[in-house]
């Protein structure tokens, strides 16, 4: 998995996901999205790099916004394959 970020002002990051997310690979995003939800308001993240996403993956990002003040956001996109 590779994690990459871009930042939109002040206030928005986009991270783009791409490989595989797993269960092995799933803390290291939660934890990268955490830190990026501490300092932006708006994190979108960006799977459309993503082989495969296990259930793993999706939980990281429900527990990542409840470890950061209720006004931070993060929002999945994706296409379909």
Do not use: K
């Amino acid at each position: 998995m590779d994690l990459q970020v871009a930042e939109h002002g002040p206030d928005a990051r986009v991270v783009t996901v791409t490989g595989e997310v797993d269960a092995l690979t799933a803390p290291q995003l939660g934890h990268f999205l955490t830190m990026q939800l501490t300092v932006a308001r708006l994190v979108v993240v960006n799977l459309d790099g993503v082989r495969f996403l296990a259930s793993a993956g999706l939980g990281c990002r429900e527990g990542s916004c409840h470890q950061v003040p209720s006004a931070a956001s993060a929002q999945l996109v994706g296409g379909s394959r």
